[in-house]
């Protein structure tokens, strides 16, 4: 094992480095305090190992992105939704046998309590779906209350079943109370992506069968999102759990932090941000100038760990062009999009800061021409993010971690006096 040294205040301390399977190197800091009486202060953790996780390995420099070491290129070509959720929850690709038992299980649980649907009917037509997601996650909590009070590995995977096959229900059902139409009720014949298209668009006065083109892309596109390593929401689900807080309480908190516009919220603003220079006519060129201006920011670039490319973009890119053609759909804005690309990868703004589309400039173009609405863009997000949070919940889980609490740095008013109301 390699040391890093340490000079504080004339002494010098030794920090062990520890290397991870991919050669990745983390000094550890466990005794720094103990040993200096200092902390570290990295903001926005942009330095900082959480944890150690054998789930996600990606290299923002290479553009590599591997689920249990599988690539993400493979796993989009050949994979579906279920298996890649199998290899992330259990860490190894089902055989027949348990691919099989796995979904069955999944559609043995995709019923929701009637009660939900009272919880559902007390929101407001216009309530954003995510805020829906989130509360009706939480709400298992209150129906499975052994996930709160007896979490056995059992039952917990009981849970995990519940939650991967009620999620499609919830999101149809967000759904159908924007539009003031009845939810449907899950149809087990149906594949997990057939079943989902049913949830959302089937209609009680016409027959619906999923188009296969849409059942294909979806897949795509649910597997491209289904985790990558300490973001803020899967921090954010192993924070919440390390708690000890059941995972329904965890996965919902992890959709919370998802909808923010500079994590998985950034899907719908690219489309609306890609509208609104259609609808007011501006040129592309002249929307980078007031990025440039820092008046806006380009969504869909940028990330904190791709500086080179995010390897999803260029799948869901080439699958965009696919889709559409497929489709027969022509979107102008899929030649904004192009257009913006194109001119922000040749302009110095955005190679010096090394700025490339990420994950959410193309797909909501997919999803639209899927016709899913905006404001569901970032429920599909979730959609396909669940089984890594359910990984990233999972691992942590059992591995003991203590809880999650980071130190500060305090800058606020030292020690005074309580000065009654009256005198002040
Ligand atoms: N448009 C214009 N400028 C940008 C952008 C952007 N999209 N992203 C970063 N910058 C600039 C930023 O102004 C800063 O410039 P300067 O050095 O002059 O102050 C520099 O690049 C570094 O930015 P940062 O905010 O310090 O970088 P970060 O690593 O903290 O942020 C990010 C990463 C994804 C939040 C950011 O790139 C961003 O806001 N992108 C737009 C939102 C977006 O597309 N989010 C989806 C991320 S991928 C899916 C997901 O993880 O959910």
Redesign the pocket.
Do not use: Y
């Given at each position: 094992m390699s040391i890093a040294q340490l000079t504080y205040e004339g002494k010098t301390i030794e920090l062990p480095v520890i290397t991870g399977t991919e050669n990745e190197k983390a000094i550890d800091i466990s005794n720094l305090r103990d040993a200096t009486g200092l902390i570290t202060l990295d903001l926005?953790y942009k330095n900082t190992g959480a944890t150690k996780s054998a789930v996600t390995f990606l290299d923002g420099e290479l553009g590599i992105l591997r689920y249990r070491g599988y690539p993400i290129e493979q796993l989009a070509e050949k994979s579906d939704f279920l298996e890649v959720a199998y290899l992330l929850i259990y860490g190894e690709l089902p055989t027949k046998a348990q691919y099989d038992d796995f979904t069955h299980q999944i559609k043995m649980h995709t019923l929701v309590n009637e009660d939900i649907k009272k919880i559902l009917d007390g929101f407001p037509a216009s309530a954003h779906p995510m805020g829906i997601l989130s509360s009706l996650v939480c709400t298992l909590t209150a129906f499975y209350p052994e996930s709160v009070a007896n979490p056995t590995p059992d039952n917990t995977n009981l849970n995990i079943f519940r939650l991967l096959a009620k999620m499609p229900t919830f999101v149809g059902w967000a759904y159908k109370k924007s539009m003031g139409h009845p939810v449907n009720y899950p149809k087990n014949s149906y594949d997990y992506c057939q079943n989902f298209l049913h949830m959302m668009f089937a209609l009680p006065v016409e027959d619906f069968n999923p188009d296969p083109i849409v059942v294909d892309a979806l897949n795509k596109l649910l597997i491209l999102h289904a985790d990558?390593e300490q973001?803020c929401s899967a921090s954010t689900v192993r924070m919440v759990g390390s708690s000890r807080a059941s995972i329904f309480s965890s996965i919902s908190a992890g959709i919370n932090a998802l909808w923010g516009?500079?994590?998985?919220g950034?899907n719908q603003e690219v489309i609306e941000m890609l509208d609104e220079i259609r609808e007011m006519g501006i040129r592309p060129l002249d929307y980078l100038e007031k990025?440039k201006r820092?008046e806006v920011?380009?969504?869909?670039?940028?990330?904190?760990v791709y500086k080179n490319f995010d390897p999803r973009a260029k799948i869901i890119k080439k699958a965009c062009d696919q889709v559409l053609s497929k489709l027969g759909v022509k979107d102008p804005i899929l030649d904004i999009a192009k257009e913006l690309e194109e001119a922000a990868l040749t302009d110095d703004y955005f190679v010096s800061?090394k700025?490339y589309p990420?994950?959410?400039f193309y797909s909501g173009i997919i999803y639209r021409a899927l016709g899913i609405p905006t404001d569901m863009f970032t429920v599909m997000f979730a959609l396909g993010r669940l089984p890594g949070w359910i990984a990233q919940w999972k691992e942590l889980n059992a591995s003991k971690e203590p809880i999650g609490r980071p130190r500060q740095v305090y800058t606020g008013a030292t020690n005074r006096e309580y000065v009654p109301i009256g005198q002040r």
């Open positions: 926005g990558h973001n516009p500079l994590h998985g950034a990025v820092k920011r380009l969504m869909g670039f940028g990330h904190r800061r700025l990420n994950v959410d």
